[in-house]
């Protein structure tokens, strides 16, 4: 059985070199004094089992197609229990920075070694970019990148967060037992709430099933019932004198009875330091008036072809108390609260796009997966300050696309110091080879 093992950075080092600086190996010989041309380098696994599938090695005379494993030392071949791994016998070359064994497969054959060095240079660079106390390990490296690598990049990067997020959104419908619409009813609630209040929203949402809604949805005052009763903010609001407030507590105690519902706690609810009209009471008034003149949401979603589309769709406003009240109980001067374009744009950018292309993986249907990277190319980026930080390091993003690439990028290399597996890093890397 395969071992988990623990891959060190030196055995990372030569994992790069392998497969970046593959074609500078040609020509070198083998521990057994065989001459090595290396036609592909195969594919980095990244899960248990040799290090690269599929490879193709010249061998003196013979070609070779198979597996290559690499390892700081020969003997931790058999350190990792490969010698006695079946799914191992395929190996057609071992790499390594010290030969200190014979490499022997299960089946018996032995398998031709291949010494690698690390250049001090490629070491030393390294170490100065994962010891990096910087915003981003190559913050002072970056101008050595040209454009087109990373505009390349950036072009992969949006896939990887697409396909990032098209894990989250199936264990979302799995955990609706398999509902599109219920899955997307939460994400878009939870968007709701933007970032200081996804957490309840997303909670609100759990508790408040959308058949549930729908039974009401023609009766915009029993919406409301639900939504700020199940919020739990009826109840933070309830020593409040008003009148509208009394009649949702009054037609919620009835509606909770009837569904069974137990709400959440209405103090996670964040107001502090934010701007009326984007508190959470705004934002349920607006989800409500959503519900109630919406149908088939999710299928209209998946049709749309353009963000002009969704923006008609989730255009919403409130009930008529709200435009005077951003909060039970305390008039304010009337207006009408539409939800804005940015908002809209977070929930394009944020669910309908990652739904858009995780329900066209489902489907087989590699045209409406494209249709949500075209949608993200129409909008702007969002603000935040990833994007800004990369801007001032000379990274522009130009569309929403590239923004997501951006934060991806941030996110799950620069923070985790994976400069071995960014092609920005390995750029600057390569030079020191």
Not at 135 to 146: G, M, R, S, T
Not at 189 to 213: D, I, Q, Y
Request: charged share 20%; glycine share 4%; net charge positive.
């Amino acid at each position: 059985m395969q071992q988990q093992t623990f891959i060190t950075m030196t055995e990372k080092l030569l994992h790069f070199i392998w497969q970046f600086k593959y074609r500078q190996l040609n020509g070198t010989l083998t521990s057994q004094g065989q001459k090595v041309e290396i036609i592909d380098p195969g594919i980095q696994n990244n899960d248990s089992g040799p290090d690269f599938f599929n490879a193709k090695v010249k061998i003196d005379d013979t070609i070779w197609a198979g597996n290559v494993e690499i390892h700081v030392n020969a003997s931790d071949w058999y350190t990792h229990g490969h010698n006695s791994d079946p799914a191992y016998n395929n190996v057609i070359l071992h790499v390594v920075q010290h030969n200190d064994k014979v490499t022997i497969a299960e089946n018996g054959h032995q398998i031709s070694t291949l010494v690698l060095q690390i250049s001090e240079n490629l070491e030393k660079e390294h170490n100065e970019l994962i010891n990096s106390t910087q915003w981003i390990p190559c913050a002072d490296k970056l101008k050595k990148v040209d454009s087109l690598t990373i505009s390349a990049f950036t072009d992969r990067l949006m896939v990887e967060r697409l396909e990032n997020k098209t894990l989250f959104v199936e264990v979302l419908v799995n955990s609706t037992n398999g509902s599109w619409e219920e899955a997307f009813y939460q994400a878009v609630v939870r968007s709701f709430g933007l970032s200081s209040n996804a957490l309840p929203a997303e909670m609100l949402a759990k508790s408040l099933p959308l058949k549930t809604l729908a039974k009401h949805k023609n009766n915009l005052f029993q919406l409301e019932a639900l939504i700020f009763g199940q919020s739990g903010l009826l109840k933070r609001f309830g020593d409040i004198e008003d009148a509208y407030l009394i009649s949702l507590k009054i037609e919620y105690s009835y509606l909770q009875k009837k569904f069974s519902l137990t709400p959440i706690d209405g103090n996670l609810w964040k107001f502090l330091r934010m701007r009326p009209s984007a508190f959470p009471t705004v934002r349920l008034a607006q989800l409500a008036v959503l519900v109630h003149e919406s149908s088939s949401l999710f299928s209209k979603t998946m049709n749309c072809d353009s963000f002009d589309c969704m923006a008609k769709l989730f255009k919403t406003t409130t009930s008529e108390y709200w435009q005077n009240h951003y909060v039970f109980g305390k008039t304010s001067t009337k207006k009408i609260k539409t939800i804005g374009q940015n908002t809209i744009s977070v929930i394009a950018i944020n669910v309908a796009a990652p739904f858009m292309y995780a329900y066209g993986k489902s489907k087989g249907n590699e045209e409406l997966s494209g249709k949500a990277l075209k949608i993200l190319e129409q909008l702007k980026p969002e603000t935040n300050s990833i994007i800004s930080n990369f801007a001032e390091l000379g990274i522009q993003a130009k569309n929403a696309a590239e923004g997501q690439s951006l934060i991806h990028l941030k996110k799950n290399y620069c923070d985790n110091k994976e400069c071995l597996r960014c092609p920005l890093g390995a750029k600057i890397l390569l030079k020191k080879v």
